[in-house]
């Protein structure tokens, strides 16, 4: 966009410039990447799909960062009926083993008594592993970046885009803990529309705080 009094092509230059120094500076497996996108030009076509290029930008992002979880059990529901059948009899743990007595008490030897909890220790392990196998358990995945998003004159436009973002990462979030079958939510779903809810009133927070008003929505 040609501006007459020119505001957002000088800060776009800046910060170009800027990031460039940046990146002069760091690791190359640590440089910034910064996309200059014309959103109000772009909206104004009726064949704009915004969320569609919002969303591709976040997918690139995520697989450039990652993510952080911490790892799930992933079939919960067969989690919880293991535990059921299973409320009356517990495994028996460390302190279980250093608090009986009885069973060192009937151990000859040191040697025999370490051999022994040693042992113990090798079949609690297996026994725990083995029911993680039986459920199925992934792995803690760590995040190693982040998405900004700077608008110059539009809280809304930002809003957007952090939404589009969010909405990205929940889907990538929930397939990683095992709960839906695709890393992609259902924009038509409740839970997509929950999220939109939780976004639009940050949006009016913010706007309050900064504009005394509530965000306009356009």
Not at 16 to 41: C, M, P, R, T
Not at 142 to 154: A, H, K, V
Not at 185 to 207: C, E, K, R, T
Request: net charge positive; glycine share 6%.
């Amino acid at each position: 966009t040609v501006e007459k009094r020119p505001r957002e092509m000088m800060l776009r230059r800046e910060f170009a410039s800027a990031v460039g120094y940046l990146n002069q500076i760091f690791a190359e497996e640590n440089h910034l990447n910064f996309i200059h996108w014309d959103f109000h030009k772009f909206a104004k076509s009726k064949s704009a799909n915004v969320l569609a290029v919002l969303g591709a930008v976040a997918s690139e992002a995520l697989d450039l960062t990652g993510f952080y979880c911490s790892g799930k059990l992933i079939n919960v529901k067969k989690r919880a009926n293991l535990l059921s059948r299973t409320s009356t009899a517990r495994d028996t743990t460390l302190v279980d083993l250093r608090a009986n007595s009885g069973d060192f008490a009937r151990i000859g030897n040191g040697n025999e008594i370490l051999n022994t909890f040693i042992s113990k220790e090798k079949e609690l392990e297996f026994r725990q592993q083995s029911r993680k196998d039986a459920l199925g358990y992934t792995g803690p995945c760590f995040q190693s970046g982040f998405l900004r998003t700077n608008c110059i004159d539009c809280l809304d436009r930002t809003n957007v885009a952090q939404y589009a973002y969010g909405f990205a990462a929940l889907g990538r979030q929930l397939h990683a803990m095992n709960l839906t079958d695709k890393s992609k939510v259902n924009p038509d779903s409740s839970i997509a529309a929950a999220l939109m809810d939780m976004y639009q009133s940050m949006g009016d927070a913010l706007s309050q705080q900064y504009g005394g008003s509530a965000a306009h929505n356009t």
